[in-house]
């Protein structure tokens, strides 16, 4: 058996290119009990006015968001006060060092669930009280920690860290280490091989807070930014531990243009050697057809579309990923994918022309010729942490579409409307069909309070692929939240891209 380490040598040569760089970085925004703060930056991306912003990697760090988001004006262009509102709501909501925040939560739930795209927040049946601590601190320009803590009561009562980190580092090289998340791609209602469909995973995390701009002859491309992490999986799954390793690389040439690359590799796990050789071997694509090793690759390519029409602006988006290596001349140093699935969307930033609608239409497909549960699956490495897929929502084997509507009453309060249409081909022999509707209002009452609800309307033909009739599900919630915000955000935190 070879010698294993709690993460692979790749992390030290992380650590060492983040500390050696000038200092300057900030924490996290939070992707689910700061969403509304995600919403109003997608906003204002798809109406052309963050030119420099990268969208598509996420978490966005805090001083992207300050940076991108301080004034919508600088973007050069005339718009509309609701929309200068929003720009300088999200400036004011993160212009602080610190932050802590409260979090009380009642709701019913006609059975037990694990919410999608939540870091696996799990829902007791009944009704259910559920609390939530989250904070974040910039004590120095170089420096930040953030953490979340979940607790429930109900019909089954748990707890647990629903994620943390320490960061340190450069604006354009900067380490980040604990239980970490990521979202790579266009997609909203999910993207093809990273959400945060499934909880935080522990491992450490090298990017550029803040896009790079590109200078001299290569100047055309705009903003460039990279996200590469490596991760220790879970002990219930094939082969315990195995390791996982993220990367992205995305350039913004200008306000029209976004596009992006992103790779999942899984090698390694009890037993097999999963040091710097190993995730080089995985990274090249050595041995990928041998079915004796743990090693399992996801890969692909997305473009995102931003037209700033004046009175109607749209934005159109792509992603195509493949599963596995495809064999063929010259393919091992420079490993492409095979088993294609995708996704694709339009957004409306301004429908009917006024900024205070929008709406979302985004159709996926992982259903790779009728083959069955090619997707996520994998005899050694699934992607998947926890028992939960680390990509789209939908699972394996499936087509979605999501149609979604917001009505902002003020820059930071929304109504929600969404219709999800899910059809799961495996495990079969039926296809599961899943037709939900949700509405949720997300407000701040006051600058230290928020409020929020949701109801959720569902049913399940052919739940589980058996034809047994239909399953309807029904869930409401409502919470309430009291945050603390404050100190001076350090000086080298709020330059621009």
């Known amino acids: 058996m070879k010698a294993r380490f709690p993460f692979p040598s790749a992390a030290v040569l992380f650590a060492l290119l983040a500390l050696a760089a000038a200092p300057a970085h900030p924490a996290d925004l939070d992707l689910v009990e700061e969403r509304e703060v995600y919403v109003a930056l997608d906003k204002l991306n798809a109406m052309g006015l963050l030119p420099g912003f990268l969208a598509n990697t996420r978490p966005y760090d805090m001083q992207a968001v300050r940076a991108a988001a301080g004034d919508v ?13 929003l720009g300088r709501w999200v400036a004011w ?44 601190s910039e004590p120095y320009p170089w420096l930040s920690f953030g953490g979340k803590a979940t607790a429930w ?20 090289a900067s380490l980040q280490a604990g239980k970490i998340t990521t979202w790579y791609g266009p997609g909203r209602r999910g993207s093809l091989i ?15 807070p803040v896009p790079i701009p590109i200078t001299g002859f290569f100047s055309f491309l705009g903003h460039f930014q990279y996200d590469l992490f490596v991760a220790r999986m879970d002990k219930d799954r094939p082969v315990p531990e195995t390791m996982l390793s993220g990367m992205r690389l995305a350039l913004r040439p200008n306000r029209y243009l976004e596009i992006g690359a992103s790779r999942a590799m899984h090698f390694g796990g009890e037993g097999y050697d999963d040091g710097f050789s190993a995730w080089w071997d995985a ?6 057809g041998d079915l004796e090793n743990t090693r399992n690759q996801l890969g692909g390519f997305d473009v995102q579309l931003t037209l700033p029409f004046k009175t109607f602006p749209v934005q159109l988006y792509f992603e195509a990923a493949g599963e596995d290596q495809s064999r063929g001349e010259g393919i091992e140093f420079l490993p492409m994918p095979e088993k294609w699935a995708y996704l694709g969307g339009v957004f409306f930033p301004a429908l009917f022309g006024t900024p205070r609608l929008d709406f979302r239409a985004e159709y996926a497909d992982n259903r790779v010729h009728h083959e069955g549960d090619i997707w996520y699956t994998h005899p050694y490495s699934p992607h ?45 022999p039926s296809t599961e069909k899943t037709t939900g509707f949700r509405t949720a209002f997300v407000g701040w009452l006051t600058p230290s309070v928020r409020a929020g609800a949701g109801v959720l309307l569902e049913r399940v033909k052919n739940p589980g692929g058996a034809a047994v009739g239909t399953r309807d599900e029904f869930a409401y919630y409502i919470d309430l939240s009291w945050q603390i915000s404050g100190g001076n955000v350090p000086a080298s935190s709020k330059e621009r891209p």
């Open 93 to 136: 909501r993160s212009s602080h060092a610190n932050m802590v925040r409260g979090q009380l939560s009642a709701g019913y739930s006609r059975e037990p669930r694990v919410e999608e795209n939540s870091g696996a927040t799990r829902t007791p049946d009944g009704y259910s009280i559920r609390g939530t601590a989250l904070g974040r």
């Open 153 to 172: 009561t109900g019909e089954e009562d748990g707890a647990r860290m629903a994620g943390y980190s320490a960061q340190a580092g450069h604006k354009y």
């Open 73 to 85: 004006q600088w973007a050069g262009m005339a718009v509309p006060e609701s929309v200068a509102d």
């Open 283 to 288: 990274f090249k694509g050595k041995e990928e």
């Open 384 to 428: 998947e942490y926890k028992g939960r897929i680390l990509g789209h929502p939908m699972g394996t084997d499936a087509r979605d579409l999501m149609l979604q509507g917001r009505w902002f009453l003020l820059p930071s309060t929304y109504l929600e409307f969404t219709m999800n249409f899910t059809d799961r081909y495996h495990p079969g």
């Open 194 to 208: 990273f959400t945060n469909n499934a909880e935080p995973y522990p491992g450490v995390r090298l990017h550029n």
